[in-house]
């Protein structure tokens, strides 16, 4: 039996032009996870990561936290899976609101978009609408269980690490839970930035162990690195 340790990026830059990007906190995080690994003596047999800059940029601080060699050639193996992508929010939003929003900088535009998010991905999830420049909701749940199934397919036993996105972890853990439509997109909105969800498996199948866990977060001198966007 192995262990898939799936990670959500850092803190990126949610307002900004360019959200594929870590914010200097979300670089912290990252690190501060690494060494917390290190400390618990863990090792990686295989890395697999979106393809996006903050997946990048979060594989890369955990790797500097964890004191890894950056030479690909002297660590675990790094496999990069385009379908562990985020989805497209903005693409979403405009698909049931097309005229433009203000930058949501403020607590009020802050839940405003949420809210319309969480009315989008619902419509998305039962074929409703169809995003600009988006797969369908079938083939982006595809994307992340064809991950998981290679994880099953090649690594029997030992540790293997995930580096993604809020959506695509939640669709994970509702896949493996059956949940509804409902309930993963709950999972999607409520999971933080950098944090750890655990799945044994083995080659027949993934279970749960843990969910939205910030070991390297718990003291309360990092009570102010916990973010959700």
Not at 153 to 159: K, Y
Request: charged share 15%; no cysteine.
């Amino acid at each position: 039996m192995g262990t898939l340790y799936l990670v959500r990026h850092g803190q990126a830059s949610f307002g900004a032009d360019d959200y594929d990007q870590l914010s200097d906190l979300g670089h912290r995080q990252s690190v501060r996870l690494g060494q917390t690994l290190a400390g618990k003596g863990l090792t990686f047999d295989a890395v697999i990561t979106g393809t996006l800059r903050r997946h990048a940029q979060t594989w890369a601080g955990i790797r500097e936290g964890m004191g890894l060699p950056t030479s690909a050639a002297a660590g675990a193996p790094v496999l990069e899976w385009p379908g562990l992508n985020e989805y497209d929010s903005h693409a979403l939003i405009r698909a049931i609101a097309p005229d433009p929003l203000p930058r949501p900088d403020t607590p009020e535009l802050y839940r405003h978009h949420f809210r319309l998010l969480r009315d989008a991905l619902a419509q998305w999830m039962a074929g409703v609408i169809s995003p600009r420049g988006m797969p369908s909701y079938r083939e982006f749940v595809h994307g992340v269980t064809s991950a998981l199934d290679h994880v099953r397919q090649h690594h029997f036993q030992g540790n293997v690490l995930l580096v993604s996105s809020g959506g695509p972890i939640a669709t994970a853990v509702g896949q493996v839970l059956g949940t509804s439509p409902e309930t993963t997109i709950e999972l999607n909105l409520r999971i933080r930035n950098s944090a750890v969800t655990e799945f044994a498996f083995t080659p027949k199948r993934h279970m749960l162990l843990t969910y939205n866990t910030l070991p390297h977060l718990n003291e309360p001198e990092y009570a102010r690195w916990i973010t959700y966007a």
